[in-house]
């Protein structure tokens, strides 16, 4: 149901406008429609529901945190009436789990499809937000919630020559709903983060000739993916309570333990063991399950990284074509770890050819192929595997203005400056769902979404019953935030890598380390004791009075 306001101007009017229709924007839906009974839209630019998992269909897509734990956690029966039939499942069934989300909860009668958010405006005088959409209606809310993702903005080819190319060009995370057959083509593939490194084994099993154009080297780890017997499904569903209850507290997210402590305080010959036993294992459990130490000790890094570094000698068979695949100058982790399925056998395969665009860039695209130095690479067709402008560029890129005329373009100049990763301040009555600063890019991205939307709709429900028009972070909590997660960050090596937790990824972007590197649990502690002290850290306004502040937080002490 939505209302409708005097001032036609503005359209429609609804309690909340949210901005995308993933993961993040369904359960806000669910929550503040059936929960706490707003009046909500929800626009998306997609033709259905989905988000990354509706734009990145390309072959080999797959989530790398086990299924069982890359899902909501909300509800009990659609947790058990719902099969995963592998352990990491694959982007379709991730989609037709959305898809089953969205029929199971009547969540598409309030979504608009095919529709992005072009401008949304804070008006001081009716504490609302004016929205406008690019089929040029516009839309009033009270309050405005992002759940547009940290990787929905791609990053645009900057390649010269790009419209000359005759052949078709792709993008992995603009990828066409029809079948692409690329039996006996000529494929070049640009990018070896998470998308490349799945893709291109995929290519290799198609393409007559598959060359890869490779700048950064990567520390990629196996995945590991199984079928689920039905046997096994029946544990998880039968236990859904405990699997679930670390990914809320532990760094990442993730039910690793780190049971093994500082790598620089085993043995060798202990390491090598551990390192052994979680190559094994598979998905995160090297990254997360090994050491405690690897992230925040560069030599302790060092010693996952040539572990990392033999096991590729290993693989390849070619010692050159080995060495270019060997990560180095940066440390393990800093860029966000991708998991492997077959990847660096691929580059054992007489048809796959790799070229290293990190010493000599690539000049141009050409009308037949790709330009470096004297050679050019004849290709058919070619894929952009080359990321995303993340956590900020989708907030950016929504043409959002707040108090006083001043744009989230203006106020994030310099780089984020959010309270907890939730709010902003001059941006009242503004969500953030996963924002930067928050740890959302380092967490099961289900369980963040439903830790912040829960915290969403109790703020909304608060302000509702203290008869509060708006709430905003005041500058002082916000300061105090932002360089609390600054210091998190300094004592890990994230910093120091280009990549796009930084923003290092993307020219003349603010360089700054935009994830909340301190655990789950205290980063939680955090979010309850501003919510339980009555928001303290905020800004809340009284339809006729003077702003009410509360006292300032200290964020909680932590450790990355
Ligand atoms: O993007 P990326 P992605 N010339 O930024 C290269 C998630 N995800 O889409 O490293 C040549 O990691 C760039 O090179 P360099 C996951 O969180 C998850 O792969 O900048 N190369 C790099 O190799 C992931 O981290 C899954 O030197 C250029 C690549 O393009 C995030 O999405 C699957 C270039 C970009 O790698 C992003 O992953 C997929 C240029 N001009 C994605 N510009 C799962 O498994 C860029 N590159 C769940």
């Not at 093994?260 to 990254?287: K, S």
């Not at 096991?311 to 770890?337: C, H």
Request: with cysteine.
């Amino acid at each position: 149901m939505s209302m409708n306001t005097g001032d036609m101007s503005w359209g429609i009017e609804y309690e909340a406008v949210i901005v995308g229709a993933g993961f993040a924007g369904l359960y806000a839906l669910h929550r503040l429609r059936d929960t706490l009974g707003l009046t909500v839209k929800v626009f998306d630019i997609a033709g259905d529901v989905g988000g990354t998992w509706y734009w990145n269909r390309y072959p080999g897509a797959r989530c790398d945190i086990e299924s069982w734990h890359y899902s909501y956690s909300f509800s009990e029966e659609l947790q058990q009436e719902w099969t995963w039939s592998e352990r990491f499942a694959g982007q379709s069934e991730i989609l037709r789990y959305l898809q089953h989300v969205a029929d199971r909860f009547d969540l598409r009668r309030d979504i608009q499809f095919d529709t992005a958010v072009t401008a949304a405006t804070y008006d001081e005088a009716t504490d609302r937000w004016d929205i406008e959409t690019n089929d040029g209606e516009r839309t009033r809310a009270r309050y405005l919630i992002s759940a547009v993702g940290n990787l929905s903005a791609i990053k645009e080819p900057d390649f010269a020559g790009v419209e000359q190319f005759s052949g078709p060009i792709y993008s992995t995370a603009r990828w066409p709903h029809e079948q692409i057959d690329f039996t006996g083509l000529r494929v070049g593939v640009i990018g070896t983060g998470s998308s490349g490194i799945q893709i291109i084994p995929e290519m290799a099993e198609q393409a007559a000739h598959l060359t890869v154009f490779q700048r950064t080297a990567n520390y990629a780890t196996p995945l590991r993916n199984i079928p689920l017997a039905r046997a096994r499904s029946d544990r998880i569903k039968a236990s859904y309570r405990e699997l679930r209850a670390p990914s809320r507290d532990s760094f990442g997210g993730l039910p690793y333990a780190r049971a093994h402590g500082a790598a620089l305080a085993t043995t060798a010959e202990q390491r090598q063991r551990i390192y052994e036993e979680c190559w094994n294992e598979g998905g995160f459990a090297f990254f997360i399950g090994s050491f405690s130490d690897i992230l925040s000790d560069r030599e302790a890094n060092e010693t996952a990284a040539e572990f990392i570094r033999a096991k590729i000698r290993e693989r390849v068979t070619d010692p050159n074509t080995a060495e270019l695949l060997v990560p180095r100058g940066y440390a393990y982790g800093t860029k966000r770890p991708p998991l492997e399925t077959n990847y660096y056998e691929t580059f054992n395969l007489d048809h796959v050819d790799l070229i290293d665009v990190g010493k000599e860039p690539i000049a141009e695209i050409t009308a037949r192929g790709i330009q470096i130095g004297n050679t050019e690479y004849s290709l058919d067709t070619m894929i952009f595997a080359l990321g995303f402008d993340a956590m900020t560029g989708p907030l950016l890129r929504m043409g959002i203005t707040g108090r006083a005329g001043l744009t989230l373009n203006e106020a994030w100049s310099a780089g984020p400056q959010t309270y907890l990763g939730l709010m902003t301040h001059d941006f009242p009555n503004l969500f953030m769902i996963t924002g930067p600063q928050s740890p959302a890019a380092f967490s099961v991205t289900p369980i963040a979404i439903e830790n912040h939307v829960d915290w969403i709709s109790d703020c909304i429900a608060y302000l509702r019953d203290h008869d509060a028009v708006s709430i905003e972070p005041t500058r002082h909590a916000q300061d105090r935030w932002v360089a609390h997660t600054n210091k998190l960050a300094e004592r890990t090596l994230l910093p120091s890598t280009n990549s796009w937790y930084t923003g290092a990824n993307i020219p003349g972007k603010p360089r700054v380390c935009m994830v909340y590197t301190g655990s789950g649990s205290g980063y939680q502690t955090a979010c309850r004791e501003a919510a339980d002290e009555g928001y303290t850290g905020f800004h809340l306004r009284l339809p006729s009075s003077a702003p009410e502040s509360r006292q300032q937080p200290t964020p909680a002490a932590d450790t990355a």
